[in-house]
Nanobody, 130 residues
Framework: QVQLVESGGGSVQVGGSLRLSCAAS????????MGWFRQAPAKEREGVTF????????YVADSVAGRFTVSRDNAKNILYLQMNRLKPEDTAMYYC???????????????????????WGQGTQVTVSS
């Protein structure tokens, strides 16, 4: 099992930046598919970015491409989400999630199906105001 704890959320004005962190603990010795998801009130959970820890392959959803990037610090077992040029529609609870995949993934929208992910953090709120 792996435990995930997000941090770094907050309130920011339009055009601002935030960096979210997801600290992983537990069984971090195997490779995982890692996703950042977000959910706004009354909306479905949306996949934002994907990273496979075995190769650091990444995918960024079209809705945030060019503004959001995903990276990780392998030594510290931390996954990051850098969010730039934030918009009011980015307001949501942001979640980090993981699933063991050992190379079994396909980059693209299919890699960010919430139902496929086993481990979830508690979420961190991001609010973008104009």
């Amino acid at each position: 099992q792996v435990q995930l704890v997000e941090s770094g959320g907050g309130s920011v004005q339009v055009g601002g930046s935030l960096r979210l962190s997801c600290a992983a603990s537990g069984d971090t010795y195997r490779n995982y598919c890692m996703g950042w998801f977000r959910q706004a009130p009354a909306k479905e959970r949306e996949g934002v970015t994907f990273l496979y820890t075995g190769t650091d392959s990444t995918y960024v959803a079209d809705s945030v491409a060019g503004r959001f990037t995903v990276s990780r610090d392998n030594a510290k077992n931390i996954l990051y989400l850098q969010m730039n040029r934030l918009k009011p529609e980015d307001t949501a609870m942001y979640y980090c999630a993981a699933r063991p995949c050992d190379g079994r993934y396909t980059l693209g929208r299919g890699s960010l199906q919430p139902a496929d992910y086993v481990y979830w953090g508690q979420g961190t709120q991001v609010t973008v105001s104009s």
